[in-house]
T-cell receptor, first 111, second 117 residues
Framework: GNSVTQMEGPVTLSEEAFLTINCTYTATGYPSLFWYVQYPGEGLQLLLKATKADDKGSNKGFEATYRKETTSFHLEKGSVQVSDSAVYFCALRGGSEKLVFGKGTKLTVNP | DVKVTQSSRYLVKRTGEKVFLECVQDMDHENMFWYRQDPGLGLRLIYFSYDVKMKEKGDIPEGYSVSREKKERFSLILESASTNQTSMYLC????????????????FGPGTRLTVT
């Protein structure tokens, strides 16, 4: 079945540091890939998505590229801010109606 | 803007009580979902519904039931709450897309933090 593996946290960075959160997946066919963000005390919000190989999703300075050859969708940001502190979830959706989530990575950014 | 609302942000119930968690979406989405979120376990799907009165079990349906009498509303029911059901509960919705399903993200509500004592 489909599955998502993302790097376990927590991740702690200083402001303006470079961020990478790794995400790899196993899926049949051609899934769409998503990154969701959950700020403290809130539900999940879509951060970015990519629906086919080599697509790059981007939003709020975050980027992720759909790499079919390495089955990866790593999240990157060049310069993190304190306000980026949150939990980040990688997810995929294949032909069914369901999303498959990774376990989440907690990011803390210190000033 | 898509809006998914949940009836309570915080709820405290006693063991053995019957608990209703309500979710409403305003975008005419066919599919609705209930998840629970626990530290170290991520999000786990409890039930989902792809149409009125239709439901399917997710990964952890034991101890829960659901009701979907209207398209916009999806209720999660804990028949007899237990302490191991203390968790954050998240509702989500998405359009159906037969063949295009993979293109659509899920829209989440703010969550209900349930404590069972």
């Amino acid at each position: 079945g489909n599955s998502v593996t993302q790097m376990e946290g927590p991740v702690t960075l200083s402001e303006e540091a470079f961020l990478t959160i790794n995400c790899t997946y196993t899926a049949t066919g051609y899934p769409s890939l998503f990154w969701y963000v959950q700020y403290p005390g809130e539900g999940l919000q879509l951060l970015l998505k990519a629906t086919k190989a080599d697509d790059k999703g981007s939003n709020k300075g975050f980027e992720a590229t759909y790499r079919k050859e390495t089955t990866s969708f790593h999240l990157e940001k060049g310069s993190v801010q304190v306000s980026d502190s949150a939990v980040y979830f990688c997810a995929l959706r294949g032909g069914s109606e369901k999303l498959v989530f990774g376990k989440g990575t907690k990011l803390t950014v210190n000033p | 803007d898509v809006k998914v609302t949940q009836s309570s942000r915080y709820l405290v119930k006693r063991t053995g009580e019957k608990v209703f968690l309500e979710c409403v979406q305003d975008m005419d989405h066919e599919n609705m979902f209930w998840y629970r979120q626990d530290p170290g376990l991520g999000l786990r799907l409890i039930y989902f519904s792809y149409d009125v009165k239709m439901k399917e079990k997710g990964d952890i349906p034991e101890g829960y039931s659901v009701s979907r009498e209207k398209k916009e509303r999806f209720s999660l029911i804990l028949e007899s709450a237990s302490t191991n059901q203390t968790s954050m509960y998240l509702c989500a919705s998405t359009p159906a897309g037969a063949g295009l399903a993979a293109l659509y993200e899920q829209y989440f509500g703010p969550g209900t933090r349930l404590t069972v004592t």
